[in-house]
C-alpha cells in the first residue's frame, strides 16, 4: 500500500501517442497506465495452521493485480495527501 510520500513513477510509454490506458477497478474510468496506482488483490493466508489445511488448493486463489486511478486512490485512502498539503493542514 502506497503511503503518504509515495513514489509516483510518471513514466510514459516509448512509443509517441500511444499512451496505455488500463480501467480503474473502483469507478471504471479510463486513465493512464503510468497515472495509476497497482494493487494485488488475492487472499493471502498468513495462519500456519490454517495454511497447511488448504495448501492443495492455495493455487487456485484468485489473484489479481488492479488498477487504481489517482482519484480513488485518494477517496479510498490509499494514497494520502503530500506532505506540503498536510503541513498546511495543521491543526
Ligand atoms: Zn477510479
Same mark, same amino acid.
Do not use: E, T
Given at each position: 500500500m502506497a503511503e503518504a510520500p509515495y513514489k509516483r513513477t510518471y513514466k510514459h510509454a516509448? #512509443?509517441? #501517442? $500511444?499512451e496505455q490506458t488500463v480501467v480503474c $477497478?473502483?469507478?471504471?474510468k479510463k486513465v493512464p497506465k503510468y497515472k495509476t496506482f497497482t494493487k494485488k488483490k488475492g487472499f493471502f493466508i498468513t495462519d500456519p495452521s490454517v495454511k497447511r489445511e488448504v495448501s492443495d488448493s492455495n493455487l487456485l486463489l484468485p489473484r489479481k493485480k488492479i488498477y487504481i486511478c489517482p482519484q480513488c486512490a485518494r477517496h479510498k485512502k490509499i494514497s494520502q495527501p503530500g506532505r506540503s498539503r498536510k503541513s498546511r493542514a495543521k491543526k
Open positions: 516509448k #512509443g509517441r #501517442g $500511444s $477497478s473502483l469507478c471504471g
